[in-house]
């Protein structure tokens, strides 16, 4: 029996199950960026790029925050500059989290296994979309991607 949690209306949850029904209904885009990372749009000169805000403070010596939303799940990452516009490093950053995203109090997912759920989801479709078809694996693009060579 693994440890047991206590939640506000003192009803015990299995933390083990919990954690289960979590990944089990979260969104693939959150279950992706958990277990592969996130798609932070880069800061690049010229026009800011898709999900890049940002935004002069003279009110603060012309520091400047900088909102980069990812463009997968919609977490947000917040940043302010010094008053050179320069992110100090390392950078402290703020996050807003979309709905949907944290685990309820008491439960813990891991990084691998949201990988996992999302291959598992993936493999399930591929085998869906490909019933009575021999397996084959999509690329982006019509072309041929050769297979890099792993060492190890
Ligand atoms: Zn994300």
């Known amino acids: 029996m693994?440890?047991?949690?206590i939640v506000a209306d003192d009803t015990p949850i299995d933390?083990?199950?919990?954690?289960?029904?979590?990944l089990f209904q979260a969104k693939d885009s959150i279950l992706a960026c958990r277990g592969q990372g996130h798609n932070w749009p880069k800061i690049t000169p010229g026009k800011p790029r898709k999900g890049i805000r940002v935004r002069y403070m003279p009110e603060r010596n012309g520091q400047v925050e900088?909102?980069?939303?990812c463009l997968d799940?919609?977490?947000k990452r917040r940043v302010i500059t010094g008053t050179d516009g320069i992110i100090p490093l390392?950078?402290?950053?703020?996050?807003?989290?979309?709905?949907g995203f944290k685990t309820p109090k008491g439960v813990r997912v891991t990084r691998r296994e949201c990988f996992r759920e999302s291959n598992r989801?993936?493999?399930?479709?591929?085998k869906a979309r490909f019933e009575g078809v021999p397996p084959t694996y999509e690329t982006a693009s019509?072309?041929?991607?050769?297979?890099?060579?792993?060492?190890?």
Do not use: M
């Not at 900088?66 to 939303?69: H, L, S, W």
């Open 73 to 75: 799940c919609g977490k």
């Open 121 to 126: 989801r993936w493999v399930e479709d591929v």
């Open 142 to 152: 019509n072309e041929d991607i050769p297979l890099a060579k792993f060492s190890g």
């Open 15 to 22: 933390p083990d199950k919990a954690r289960q029904d979590w």
């Open 90 to 99: 390392p950078a402290k950053y703020y996050y807003e989290d979309p709905e």
């Open 2 to 5: 693994s440890a047991r949690f």
């Open 66 to 69: 900088i909102v980069a939303t």
